[in-house]
């Protein structure tokens, strides 16, 4: 993408009402505009980080076995008075009428729709277990939206539900989502801490929220120092099998948000070294065994020819809010350092004298070299003084910036320089390329 084609509003100065850092540097960059309190458009800086987040959220989800579908934004109230929740949730939930006087509501979670789904389709035991996942944009009606993405009112989530003909397999079901959370998280570019949570208004008796630390963090969280040493599970993880010492390894270690206990010598356990930071929730999962499928009659034949109610979970990941999270995680004072994975673009290729016919045949030549190799580029091909062009890119934070000039090119070299490191070093223009584009040639 050559900058000068490109949609990218950036701001100069720091907005006024944005709060934390990933707002400022959101609204700076060019990734978000406001529409109303808590509803942002996504322009096509953001809306490309938001689509890799979702890439690779999906990729594991397929991974761990579970299967895509699409759920309405709108559902009916009358699944929510099933299953009791439609009065409990309280006035988060948008309530409207459609013409024909029907109570509808939009979505702020989809555990009676996917029960409405499951208790049509599936009747009998030989048919489990099921997971099923959607990405879907929700809504819910705070009170007082802030933080940007990070605490809106509308939001894009991963949600998944798990059904099972008993308590063992829905806790092997409940593992493979732990164990997918961690390689996700991982695979973001984030380091996220499973700590057992409350299960708040979805219910059930055993939950877990993933933590990414960051300094900037919207809570306190107190942890073991060996959270930083564990391993990730590895890329051909058998989830068919037994995942339970993963999950062991990770929550015999000790975590817990604020809320959970006094953070003081006597409350950590004998052996554990506490360490404390500021963390912000991306995920949540949860088992709640039968609390829906009861009274919503979500039943299946059993071997015997009885009716089991069905054993299910879910599984939470706010995808938007990850990429405010990940910001809040990786940046510094010039702006946002994007993590390879997620990154917008792989390479900011800066032309620094545009008006000289040798120095752009160059970048030209390096712009289209690295697009066939299969590398994305942003390049900048404007006329703006090399200053603001490096200032630019910094608060964009891709990964590697590739500076041409006519000085460099003179003597046979460019700058490449790293955005996380700050490192820099000069190369010949075969060099840079071979080094960027590594095997994708």
Not at 109 to 128: A, G
Not at 283 to 308: C, L, R, W
């Amino acid at each position: 993408m050559r900058l000068s084609k490109l949609f990218l509003p950036v701001m100069k100065e720091t907005p006024a009402d944005a709060q934390i850092v990933s707002h400022r540097l959101m609204l700076r960059s060019g990734m978000i505009r406001q529409s109303a309190a808590g509803i942002y458009n996504w322009l096509p800086l953001g809306l490309k980080v938001l689509r890799n987040v979702e890439r690779i959220v999906r990729e594991e989800q397929d991974r761990a076995g579970a299967q895509e579908i699409l759920m309405p934004t709108v559902q009916q109230a009358e699944l929510w008075k099933q299953s009791g929740r439609y009065d409990a949730y309280g006035p988060e939930m948008l309530r409207m009428m459609d013409r024909h006087e029907r109570e509808m509501l939009f979505g702020p979670t989809h555990e009676e729709q996917v029960t409405d789904i499951f208790r049509n389709c599936v009747k009998s035991y030989k048919d489990l277990p099921k997971n099923l996942y959607q990405i879907q944009w929700k809504f819910r009606d705070e009170i007082r939206p802030r933080f940007g993405v990070m605490r809106g009112r509308e939001f894009l989530m991963k949600d998944n539900y798990s059904f099972d003909l008993d308590e063992e397999a829905a806790r092997r079901s409940y593992n493979r989502m732990f164990v997918a959370y961690l390689r996700t998280f991982a695979r973001l570019g984030v380091r996220a801490i499973p700590m057992r949570a409350d299960t708040g208004p979805i219910g059930g008796e055993l939950s877990h929220e993933f933590i990414v630390l960051a300094p900037t963090g919207e809570s306190a969280v107190f942890y073991d120092h060996d959270f930083n040493s564990l391993d990730i599970p590895a890329d051909d993880t058998d989830y068919d099998g037994d995942l339970q010492p993963i999950v062991d390894n990770w929550t015999s270690r000790y975590a817990a948000t604020e809320e959970m206990h006094e953070p003081t010598a006597n409350g950590v356990p004998e052996g554990h070294k506490l360490i404390t930071g500021r963390g912000i929730e991306v995920g949540h999962i949860f088992y709640f065994g039968t609390k829906y499928s009861e009274p919503m009659n979500a039943i299946v034949q059993g071997a015997d020819g009885e009716k089991i109610p069905v054993h299910m979970g879910s599984y939470g990941i706010g995808v938007s809010r990850l990429v405010g999270a990940i910001i809040e995680a990786s940046h510094d004072d010039n702006g946002i350092i994007w993590p390879e994975n997620v990154a917008p673009w792989h390479v900011g290729l800066i032309n620094l004298r545009s008006n000289d016919a040798d120095c752009t045949a160059a970048c030209d030549d390096l712009y289209e070299k690295l697009g066939r190799a299969g590398v994305d580029v942003l390049y900048d091909d404007t006329s703006e003084r090399a200053g603001a062009k490096f200032a630019k890119m910094d608060l964009v934070g891709l990964p590697w910036q590739l500076m041409l000039g006519p000085r460099g090119l003179k003597a046979g070299i460019v700058e490449l320089k790293n955005r996380a490191t700050g490192e820099r070093e000069e190369l010949t223009p075969d060099a840079a390329f071979a080094k960027l584009a590594g095997g994708k040639g």
